[in-house]
């Protein structure tokens, strides 16, 4: 199969919830850059205006709407008028996530016995619920059509331990993660696919853009991978394009990290014992 077929997703219809900035904007940007009709949601007005309308000057077919995946009854309406505007959906993804505070190796407030019940909730409210949820709402589409793919944003925290990364943040990522493969087999009589990308450290605005203005946080993620940097939001692009597109249509339930090599060694960062 030529290359252009293989990764063709011209004419699709895709949704891509967080996708104002990051990697959810690296996300719409690949998809719609190669033909995709997307739709790019987020809680973050001025950033989707920003971002469709230079998508759109570049001759992208993108379209905008607020979404606060924490509001399942709003996901439900938002994916669903989107199906009904073009009379099906191709490809989602679950990307939209917040994080939950530093973790136990860079703030005593990270840890076990730190834990706040509340805070605690509303990370999994978004980063588990909501991106269950758009899973959910996106599958009765793609259930009735026979065919889509499904792409969640887990993460490497959710695979292995990840001490600088909150309770909250590394237990959403890894419920979300054995919720893909759970909907990867429920789907796959009808031809759904569903894959999960795990990033490690890239540079985004994820706990309030933490890895792009605090040295310390970047130093100590860097620290941990092989490849002794952190990402740009473009280097996910390829893996995104394989999941969404007819290159991957024999991959469902997988759960691929991307991360510099980050987790296929001991990192080394284990707090300091006491010393009282």
């Known amino acids: 199969m030529r290359l252009d077929r293989l990764f063709n997703v011209q004419g699709q219809v895709a949704l891509v919830t967080g996708a104002a900035s990051g990697l959810g904007l690296a996300y719409a940007e690949v998809l719609a850059e190669n033909g995709a009709t997307v739709l790019l949601t987020d809680i973050d007005e001025p950033g989707l205006t ?79 619920t909501g991106n269950l949820m758009t899973m959910a709402h996106a599958a009765r589409h793609m259930k009735r059509q026979k065919s889509g793919a499904i ?57 309030g853009g933490r890895l792009k203005r605090e040295k310390d946080v970047a130093a100590f993620f860097t620290e941990g991978v092989p490849l002794q940097r952190l990402a740009q939001p473009d280097e996910i692009k390829g893996l995104a394009l394989l999941l969404a597109s007819p290159a991957g249509s024999y991959m469902t339930g997988t759960v691929i990290p991307i991360d510099g090599g980050s987790s296929c060694v001991l990192p080394g960062r284990l707090p300091a014992l006491p010393t009282d």
Do not use: M
Request: net charge negative; charged share 20%; proline share 4%.
């Open 50 to 128: 920003a971002q469709v309308e230079r998508l759109g000057a570049l001759g992208c077919d993108v379209a905008q709407q607020v979404l606060d995946i924490a509001d399942t009854d709003a996901i439900r309406t938002v994916i669903d008028g989107w199906a009904a505007r073009h009379g099906r959906l191709d490809i989602v993804f679950a990307n939209a996530g917040i994080s939950a505070g530093r973790g136990f190796a860079l703030d005593p407030s990270g840890t076990l016995t730190e834990v706040d019940a509340d805070a605690f909730r509303r990370v999994v409210d978004i980063n588990l």
């Open 151 to 207: 792409v969640a944003t887990t993460s490497v925290a959710g695979i292995v331990a990840e001490p600088v990364c909150g309770y909250a943040y590394v237990a959403s990522k890894a419920a979300l993660a054995n919720a893909v493969r759970q909907a990867a087999v429920d789907l796959a009589p009808y031809n759904v696919r569903v894959n999960a990308i795990a990033p490690g450290p890239f540079l985004t605005n994820i706990a």
